[in-house]
């Protein structure tokens, strides 16, 4: 009696976690850079937004961009059967881009599928924007996202995850920054230039030890065809004073 109440449970418990596994995911919009975000630098970023629905389609994405860390240049690519419509504000604080400040920067992005398209069940649709500059004063950008569906349903992914909390049900999407680069870019300017300055020295003392090399040979063929032309006047001097003393 005791062993088949043991199986029984056993059976409840193993049914349990198979439950547990096959239980789907559930997605949700998020967001993330095709390539690396780095700190004060400039990106682009896909809104990654799947369709949680089975009986109805995703016509329109709202995404706010953050107040507290606002970006002066915000460019969504072309979707087709998508229009996307860019809303600015004014700036409390202005910024300074390029040498010039700027008195507004993009609020909102909002996405709206033609009157056929739209996410359909069982699919996810990719929204890229190029931004920048990015802060160089925090590690991550918090988007907060509204997804609309075709039968008036509205899913807010506003919630900030708390730090040591569990994942809330509707998180917002949050961008993770990398760390700034150390400006590469010159240093490998400057290491090119060096090299070439060394390349150019290097070839510099090879041109004057050839040059040298060069003027030593000739000097030496020089000095060569005197010593021949010395030597053959003295041989011709000789004779013809042997002769001087013969005829004597």
Known sequence: MKA??????????????????SAP???HVSVAPEGTAAKGGYAVVDFKVPNERDDASTT????????????????PERIPGWTAEVTKSKL??????????????VSKVTWTADAKNGIEP???????????????????????????????????WIEVQEDGQEEPENPAPVLALSAASED??????????????AGSAADTETAAADSSA?????TAR????????????????????GRRRTNA
């Open 4 to 21: 088949s109440r043991r199986l029984a449970a056993a059976g409840a418990l193993a049914g349990t976690a198979v439950l547990a596994l």
């Open 25 to 27: 995911a559930f997605a």
């Open 60 to 75: 329109k994405l709202e995404v706010s961009f953050p107040s507290d860390h606002p970006l002066a240049s915000v460019m």
């Open 92 to 105: 409390a604080k202005p910024l300074e881009m390029h040498g010039q400040k700027i008195s507004e920067a």
């Open 122 to 156: 069982g699919f996810f649709q990719k929204f890229p924007v190029s931004l920048g500059t990015l802060p160089e004063d925090t590690d991550e950008l918090v988007f907060k996202a509204v997804q609309t569906y075709d039968n008036k349903e509205v899913v807010r």
């Open 184 to 197: 590469g870019h010159h240093g490998s300017a400057a290491g090119k230039t060096a090299d070439k300055d």
């Open 214 to 218: 060069s003027g030593s040979d000739t």
């Open 222 to 241: 020089v000095l060569g065809v005197v010593g021949i032309v010395v030597g053959a006047l003295g041989v011709a001097y000789g004779v013809l004073a």
